[in-house]
């Protein structure tokens, strides 16, 4: 009887764990006044809060480790690492209980004046659930947020969810507001998207609108973009477009080789007799209805657009190009059209996803010299380095990368030399790399190149993975090849701190040729990302390599490390789930496909057990809670 009378209360304890957990009081901590060690000497208990805290911002940048160690040290250092940990917030509303306790948290530590960028995210626009009481509370902290400078609101995934009124009004003028636009081809989500745009009219705080517009019904399309023309033309800040895509949507039951047949209504802006939104620092068109004046009877987009010409000449001629600063992707004539008016550009970020281009004459005679410069591949300037290394004297950032898609266009080692004496002053390299097939190795001539860059400090990779059809090309990408890496570059180059390592790249969906896939498949699965990069212990010279995986949490990332010196037992493949996934690939590689086919399938059966635990009665009563006692006796035992 006894033990029996010990089970059952811990499974009343397991019952009331959520109840429990919700009720833990939070208890601020008090900094005391800080008294230096030495008297008359200098010390940081001398300089005011606001140096202080300019100072933990710089160690925040460098190594959000230190900054932890820093909080540890007394109570007058958490209170300022804290506020500084605090200047991004991000609010998930996919966690409820996290994002509650992150503002319980907030509340209690007073750090609501330290946010500086508040970011919303997530959330299903039919059910959000308890979101809306976080949105309430959420509001309600907004006017002690004193430092507020950034509200970034991006909740909702397939359709918009409008910024509540009561979140919305009372923003100071001074706060830019940066969110999007998003509704698929129903008409309700049009409806939806139309009536968050009326919302928007007139706000002088929107900064930044992504728009993501699927249609149809061309009508119905050109409503909402009639709705989004008003807020172009009436909100005087306004200007960044960061992404415009404006399509038939192109995902099941719909294929891209579906869409608007000959004489469909155009449905874009439509705007004429010299209407322009403000002039514009950012800009990228994905897909759009461009229309223009119909020549033949059979024209698309042609039927219901207002100006002669094309609208694309009336974007060139009419819109303020002079404070363009960043440029995404945008069409080949629109570029060749205002060219010569992007006196002010400083970024340029362009993929061939939707307008492959080559980025030669661009490159050579766009007037203003470049900071950074992403293209997708290197046969977009023609296999020769000329037309980027014109932007010598400013550019800072580099990348030439692709999804893992053919065909592949690598840079060669004579290629990476002549980057290296034309960009003296290049602080991140990030390309496409392949491995030494003759030799089955590391292209160790390329890496020889990349460590010659006087001022590299950062270095991205990315290798070809496959598709899982034919064995991953090797040698892979794991945790021990990564320090290797790393550690050769570092011994070429002392200035490179960072090193990024991709295993493949795989798109988030396939374009099937019909339709797109964007469920989990053998090469999203098996990719992975290492990070290598210095840390360095109290005022040691010589620091220690450290290498992470982004997609796993900080308590996994210290299980990869253990387990990457010898330390502790693997846990079985069958036992992974789909999070811990990224230690297998990060030790050992990518899965065979059968063994990916073999986890799978124990995923599947573990699934289904958890899903009779949560709709049985059997499984809530009785299968689950004894599941919870053993595996908390077995935890008992392996302590003891």
């Known amino acids: 009887m006894p033990q029996m009378h010990s089970l059952s209360s811990l499974f009343a304890r397991k019952l009331q764990q959520g109840n429990e957990e919700d009720s833990r009081i939070l208890v601020p901590i008090v900094a005391r006044e800080p008294v230096p060690l030495e008297r008359g000497k200098p010390s940081l208990a001398h300089l005011p809060d606001h140096v202080v805290r300019r100072i933990f911002s710089f160690v925040q940048e460098s190594s959000a480790e230190d900054i932890l160690t820093v909080a540890s040290l007394s109570s007058y250092l958490y209170a300022h690492a804290r506020y500084v940990q605090h200047r991004v917030v991000h609010i998930d509303l996919n966690e409820n209980t996290q994002a509650r306790k992150r503002l319980d948290l907030i509340a209690c530590h007073g750090l609501l004046p330290a946010i500086r960028m508040l970011k919303v995210s997530g959330g299903d626009h039919r059910e959000l659930g308890d979101c809306e009481n976080i949105l309430i509370r959420l509001a309600g902290m907004l006017p002690d947020m004193t430092g507020l400078r950034d509200l970034d609101w991006n909740v909702g995934e397939n359709t918009v969810v409008p910024i509540p009124v009561s979140v919305l009004e009372p923003l100071p003028s001074h706060l830019r507001l940066h969110t999007s636009v998003i509704c698929e081809e129903t008409s309700e989500s049009h409806a939806e998207a139309r009536e968050f745009l009326v919302r928007l009219v007139n706000n002088r705080n929107l900064f930044t609108l992504s728009v993501r517009v699927w249609y149809i019904i061309e009508r119905e399309c050109l409503r909402t973009m009639q709705a989004l023309r008003n807020v172009l033309l009436s ?13 038939y949507p192109s995902r099941p039951p719909h294929g891209i080789v579906e869409g608007p047949g ?38 698309m987009y042609a039927v219901g657009y207002p100006e002669e010409g094309s609208e694309l000449e009336y974007w060139a001629e009419t819109f303020d190009w002079s404070r363009l600063r960043r440029l995404n992707i945008i069409p080949n004539e629109l570029a060749s059209l205002i060219i010569l008016k992007l ?32 293209i997708p ?30 065909p ?36 160790y001539g390329a890496l020889d190149a990349i460590a010659r860059f006087p001022r590299l400090r950062t270095i991205e990779l990315w290798f070809k993975l496959g598709h899982g ?6 040698p892979f990408i794991t945790v021990p090849t990564a320090r290797r890496l790393f550690s050769y570059l570092r011994g070429r180059s002392k200035s490179i701190q960072r090193l990024i390592l991709h295993s493949g790249a795989p798109p988030s969906m396939i374009y099937t040729g ?11 699965q098996n990719s992975v990302t290492l990070v290598c990069s210095m840390v360095y212990e109290g005022n040691a010279k010589e620091g220690a390599v450290s290498v992470t995986c982004p997609s796993l949490s900080n308590e996994l990332n210290k299980k990869l490390d253990r387990l990457s010196r010898g330390d502790g037992d693997r846990i079985a493949l069958a036992d992974l789930d789909v999070k811990e996934l990224p230690l297998k690939t990060a030790l050992d590689g ?21 899903h009779r635990e949560q709709t049985t009665t059997l499984g809530r009563f009785i299968i689950r809670p004894s599941r919870l006692v053993w595996e908390k006796l077995k935890k008992g035992a392996s302590i003891q």
Request: aromatic share 12%.
């Open 235 to 247: 909100c005087p800040n306004l200007v960044r477009l960061p992404r415009v895509n404006v399509c």
């Open 262 to 299: 000959s004489r469909s209504l155009y449905c874009g802006l439509g705007l004429s007799g010299g209407e322009k939104p403000s002039a514009l620092k950012e800009l990228g068109v994905e897909f759009y209805p461009w229309g223009h004046k119909a020549i033949h009877s059979y024209d």
């Open 343 to 374: 006196t002010n550009l400083k970024e340029m970020v362009v993929s061939d996803r939707c307008y492959p281009w080559d980025k030669t004459v661009f490159l050579n005679e766009v007037p203003s010299t470049l900071e950074s410069l992403t």
């Open 377 to 406: 591949s290197w046969d977009h300037v023609g296999f020769k380095p000329d037309s980027i290394i014109r932007n010598s004297t400013h550019l800072r950032k580099l990348e030439v990368h692709r999804v893992d898609q053919m």
């Open 408 to 443: 592949y266009h690598f840079m060669t080692d004579q290629d990476l030399a002549q980057l290296c004496n034309g960009l003296p002053y290049l602080e991140e390299l990030a390309i496409d790399m392949n491995r030494d097939d003759n030799a089955n190795d590391w292209p």
């Open 469 to 474: 059809r034919d064995p991953a090309p090797t």
């Open 514 to 524: 019909i339709y797109t896939w964007d469920k989990p498949y053998w090469a999203m």
């Open 590 to 610: 990518p899965l065979t496909m059968a063994e990916w086919d073999d986890w799978r399938h124990h995923m599947w059966i573990r699934q289904r057990k958890a």
